[in-house]
């Protein structure tokens, strides 16, 4: 399953969500897969050395990633 919340690949250089998980402008998303239970992705204002505006935490049941367990914002 590939998961990719709130990547615009439009060439919008600004998004802005008002409702949803991250309702705060960001540029630029990381995402980091390498937990076996777990994704992170960080949304960023001002680039990727800019400022986080929020983090989202995807807890999967198992390694397969097939059941979502719990999706937390930091």
């Not at 897969?33 to 198992?62: E, F, L």
């Amino acid at each position: 399953m590939q998961y990719s919340p709130g990547l615009n690949t439009s060439g919008t250089i600004n998004t802005k969500e008002t409702t949803g998980l991250v309702p705060f402008a960001f540029d630029y998303i990381s995402a980091n897969y390498a937990g076996a239970t777990s994704d992170v992705y960080t949304y960023k204002t001002g680039g990727s050395g800019g400022s986080t505006v929020a983090t989202i935490t995807v807890n999967w049941t198992d390694a397969t990633k097939s059941v979502l367990s719990s999706v937390v914002r930091t």
